[in-house]
């Protein structure tokens, strides 16, 4: 049920995954040392598959900077927010070990 967005090339897959909040359970939402307060969706969905899923990705927001844009201009954090609801799947992986991460993300529930 994951949502992936369409790119013309590349070596992740992004995935939204929004529809997901509230099925993360809340401690992985909290901080830690590898990423302080606040913990975004990103974080937390990356956090819960590895965990639960034994399923390793990559949190997109900490690619996107809230101050500036690419023009330097100064961002309303709008770029950020969109990015915090996306996550990276690297796919330059074995075909097993790509079909054993798909069966593990396969058992993820449905979203409301």
């Known amino acids: 049920n994951l949502r992936p967005l369409q790119t013309a090339g590349g070596f992740f897959v992004l995935a939204d995954v929004a529809a997901y909040a509230d099925l993360i359970p809340a401690h992985h939402f909290e901080p830690s040392p590898a990423k302080p307060a606040p913990v975004s969706l990103d974080w937390a969905f990356c956090r819960w598959i590895a965990h639960d899923f034994g399923v390793i990705a990559i949190p997109a927001s900490p690619f996107f900077d809230r101050r500036t844009t ?30 054993d991460a798909a069966d593990r993300l396969r058992s993820l529930p449905s979203p409301p």
């Open 70 to 99: 690419s023009e330097g201009k100064t961002n309303s954090g709008q770029s950020h927010h969109l990015s915090s609801r996306l996550v990276r799947f690297a796919f330059c992986k074995s075909d097993a070990l790509l079909h």
